[in-house]
């Protein structure tokens, strides 16, 4: 096959790429103080890369397809590494270390399985326009890729 013949893949034209957004973003992440027998949600907002290398999620993905799902030993360091520099990542130590807050087991996973979602599926156009590419990934699982990282997951802020 002579050179002329072989296609380029990974184009975007100027337009879309002037769309794809970089920027950090904040994601809102519940934790519960208990006060007396009450439960109190205490929301604590952390900053996230607007990217990650797409090797890197790729690796988490595969890294849950072949244990079954994700679990707290591979979200916890793509999440914490997800985090937009060291700052956010002591903050994010301290939330979850803090012996005061509750945290759902699952919460972790679900910002997880949310990022990858995100990041995998580049590039995004801004909340406002469609998702190229989005809908042959999409599913209702809760996987990354399907567009939902649980019940419960919370719509990020951009910054």
Known sequence: MAAEDIPTFGEIDDDELALIETDTFEIPVVAYKVQG???????H???????RAFGAVADFIEAGTAA?????????????????????RGRFKAFLDDPGLITHATTVANVADWLSSRYLNRPTLPESGSSPGRSAMNGASGRPGSGRAGAN???????
């Not at 027998?37 to 929301?43: A, E, G, N, Q």
């Not at 079954?68 to 956010?88: C, H, R, Y």
């Not at 919370?154 to 910054?159: E, G, N």
């Open 37 to 43: 027998k009450k439960r109190v949600p205490v929301t």
């Open 45 to 51: 907002t952390f900053r996230f890369a607007g990217m």
């Open 68 to 88: 079954g799902g994700i679990s707290l030993v591979l979200a916890l360091p793509f999440v914490t590494d997800s985090l937009a520099d060291d700052d956010e």
């Open 153 to 159: 997951s919370a719509r990020p802020r951009r910054t």
